[in-house]
């Protein structure tokens, strides 16, 4: 079962948007892609683009991406006019990768970059531009998985103060496929959708919010 925010016609508009706002943050702005990444993280810009307004993965350019992430965090920058290369630098590639990455896998923006910084994803550049974008999605999911060793269902539970016992009992969920979830041998990813509601609404979560 796989659950997206937004329609895949927009993922390529998204993709051309996130990617011209980190190389024109870091490459014109000068603003260093770790502290982009956490301001462009932490923003609501980046909860807008998650869930697919159309105003930010459609109706404006990456420069006014960046501006609205900077403008909101009220960082300081000396402005610039627009500049979007068609030569796309390795800059470029992190932001489009990301913003598939994102979309793709229902991450939120600032779980992806808090285990994996946008410096780290521009370094990857020379060994994934070329493949095919899973390859770098696979890569992804292994060092989210060593930064977070807990399945978003467990992260959530324990979030929440409540024992696999107490989460069973307020969702109605059997304890055991409980723990099947969340020692990752049976994939939520592909429980039925009754199931996943059950739980988001015992731990006050979306059903996307769960799944790994």
Same mark, same amino acid.
């Given at each position: 079962m796989e659950i997206r925010a937004y329609d895949e016609i927009y993922i390529g508009s998204a993709q051309y948007i996130l990617g011209h706002a980190v190389d024109f943050a870091v490459m014109s702005l000068n603003i260093s892609p770790d502290m982009f990444g956490n301001?462009?993280?932490?923003?609501?810009?980046?909860?807008?683009?998650?869930?697919?307004?159309?105003?930010?993965?459609?109706?404006? $350019?990456?420069?006014?991406?960046?501006r609205c992430v900077l403008e909101e965090t009220h960082m300081t920058f000396t402005d610039t006019e627009d500049v979007m290369y068609l030569d796309k630098s390795p800059e470029y590639w992190a932001g489009w990768v990301l913003a598939f990455y994102q979309w793709y896998t229902n991450r939120s923006f600032m779980e992806i970059l808090g285990a994996v910084p946008l410096s780290q994803i521009i370094s990857m550049y020379s060994v994934y531009h070329e493949m095919d974008i899973l390859r770098f999605?696979?890569?992804?999911?292994?060092?989210?998985?060593?930064?977070?060793?807990?399945?978003?269902?467990?992260?959530?539970?324990?979030? $929440?103060?409540?024992?696999?016992s107490e989460l069973a009992s307020e969702s109605g969920v059997a304890l055991r496929q409980i723990q099947l979830f969340e020692q990752r041998r049976r994939n939520i990813n592909n429980a039925a959708a009754i199931t996943l509601l059950q739980l988001s609404k015992a731990l006050h979560c979306h059903i996307e919010d769960l799944m790994d």
């Open positions: 301001v462009f993280a932490t923003s609501s810009v980046s909860t807008q683009f998650a869930n697919g307004n159309p105003r930010y993965v459609a109706g404006m $350019n990456g420069c006014e991406l960046a999605v696979e890569h992804m999911d292994e060092l989210l998985h060593e930064a977070n060793p807990y399945t978003r269902l467990k992260t959530r539970r324990l979030n $929440n103060g409540m024992s696999q």
